[in-house]
């Protein structure tokens, strides 16, 4: 904890206006807290913000219960300081409440930050964005779930949502291992992950059209597209254009897997690089684009409202995160239904820069 002799002097300007308030909700086992509330302090200070409020998650409840407590007692920004789950639980509160959130990363995958993009190894960045940032609206969404037994259940989610062997890598994953290698573990899953990887069958209706019917080993729905690594999943995905990307893995035996492997971690980052590119937005430019995405491995998809329903029960994810099987899944997007506090100019970081 800060000592008074760490004390920065508020502005003048700041005394004169009235204060605002932050929250912190962190997960006590991602975080180091004398450290976390110093840095913290020590800005909200600088801003002459009133004393930031901290809550800490729990077992039973990663950070919901928190954030609502946090909105009662009337706080202007909730920052969340732990993995995806519990920036997941935060934002399902924080959406459409008229507060903004905001990101202290510490987890392993840091999904969000990555696609803001926002400072993720500079904690005095994310520190000072919390009071000195910007307020930018991104999409939320939105999925319910049918589950075999026949009962539902609601998530929201930030940056993906999506069953096959996506979400059975992540119940596969090795806990233990992910605490000592972070998302090194994700690749020893991936490898017992293929082993069972059986094609599933599933019904869709996109947007309110016909059903179709479709045979693949995963898919995918995306609010943004980059994962760890650089892996690039939904390569037109943005964050705040209003719709989802979704995409269907359909590969052919080993040699499709390691063409899909190939796009995911490096080609896609080309083509997104290329897109926004002069030349990306010339007609031959564009049809370069349609013609890689529309690659037999993977299919790609757009739209506001997802509805599938699957031929047998499969595991499902969200942000990363496990969450059981389900037979069926319906996703639709909030646009610009979240406030989120991003870096401003002081806060640039080669992390925070898109190239």
């Not at 639980?89 to 510490?106: F, I, N, W």
Request: with cysteine; hydrophobic share 40%; net charge negative.
């Amino acid at each position: 904890m800060s000592t008074p002799s760490d004390a920065t002097a508020v502005p003048e300007d700041a005394l004169a206006t009235e204060q605002r308030t932050a929250a912190v909700i962190y997960n006590p086992v991602k975080v180091h807290l004398p450290t976390l509330k110093r840095t913290v302090n020590r800005y909200q200070r600088e801003a002459g913000w009133a004393d930031t409020k901290w809550y800490a998650t729990s077992e039973e409840d990663p950070g919901g219960g928190m954030a609502r407590e946090a909105l009662e007692a009337g706080v202007d920004v909730i920052a969340a300081a732990g993995g995806d789950g519990t920036v997941r639980a935060v934002a399902e509160v924080v959406h459409g409440s008229g507060a903004a959130l905001a990101l202290l990363p510490s987890g392993t995958g840091n999904l969000l930050a990555r696609n803001i993009p926002a400072p993720i190894d500079d904690l005095g960045a994310s520190a000072h964005t919390i009071f000195h940032g910007e307020d930018r609206a991104i999409d939320f969404g939105e999925v319910r779930v049918e589950r075999p037994d026949g009962s539902r259940d609601r998530f929201g989610f930030l940056v993906m949502a999506g069953l096959g062997l996506d979400a059975r890598m992540l119940a596969n994953t090795n806990d233990d291992l992910k605490k000592k290698v972070g998302w090194l573990a994700y690749v020893d899953s991936l490898v017992r992950s293929l082993r069972d990887a059986d094609a599933f069958e599933f019904r869709y209706r996109l947007d309110g059209a016909g059903n179709r019917t479709v045979r693949a080993h995963s898919l995918i729905v995306g609010n943004c597209g980059m994962l760890q690594a650089g892996a690039t999943l939904l390569p037109d995905a943005e964050i705040d254009d209003g719709v989802f990307d979704i995409v269907v893995m359909r590969p052919h035996g080993f040699f499709g897997w390691v063409r899909i492997g190939a796009r995911v971690f490096w080609e896609n980052a080309i083509l997104r690089a290329f897109r926004r590119s002069a030349l990306g937005n010339t007609a031959v430019g564009k049809r370069i684009v349609t013609k890689t995405r529309d690659e037999r491995p993977l299919r790609y998809l757009r739209g506001e409202e997802f509805v599938v329903r699957l031929e047998r029960p499969d595991e499902f994810e969200i942000d990363g995160d496990p969450v059981g099987e389900v037979t069926a899944f319906r996703a639709r997007i909030d646009p610009g239904g979240l406030t989120v506090r991003v870096a401003g100019p002081e806060d640039q970081t080669r992390a925070t820069r898109r190239r």
